[in-house]
């Protein structure tokens, strides 16, 4: 069975910087675009980050760019993403997502999902 498994979330104060994980298991991430979703109590989930399969290329949401870096190493199944300079609104439970098309923005596209960190951070 096909996993993927965030780590890293917590509580933390505005300005600080948290790291996230995600590991799969039961299979590589070969051939798999890989994001970062986040939902807020009360608000859709929305897309944060991606990273491409072929070209490890990098896509980010407006609110996140420059702040928040998303990577990968394929030979340890793991996604991060890096957050810096966190924000009271950046305050949500985050995902890990999997897709194999290109659509990377679009939750629609992913047919894997891991089961959330919980992100706080307090003003």
């Known amino acids: 069975q096909v996993q993927l498994v965030e780590s890293g979330g917590g509580l933390v104060q505005a300005g600080d910087s948290l790291r996230l994980s995600c590991t799969a298991s039961g299979r590589t991430l070969t051939n798999l675009n890989m994001a970062w979703f986040r939902q807020a109590p009360g608000k859709e989930r929305e897309f944060v980050s991606a990273?491409?399969?072929?070209?490890?290329?990098?896509y980010y949401a407006e609110s996140v760019q420059g702040r928040f870096t998303i990577s990968r190493d394929n030979a340890k199944n793991t996604v991060t993403l890096q957050m810096n300079s966190l924000k009271p609104e950046d305050t949500a439970v985050y995902y890990c997502a999997a897709t194999s098309t290109p659509y990377y923005r679009n939750d629609n596209y992913y047919a894997l999902w891991g089961q959330g960190t919980q992100v706080t951070v307090s003003s």
């Open positions: 990273i491409t399969w072929k070209t490890s290329s990098t």
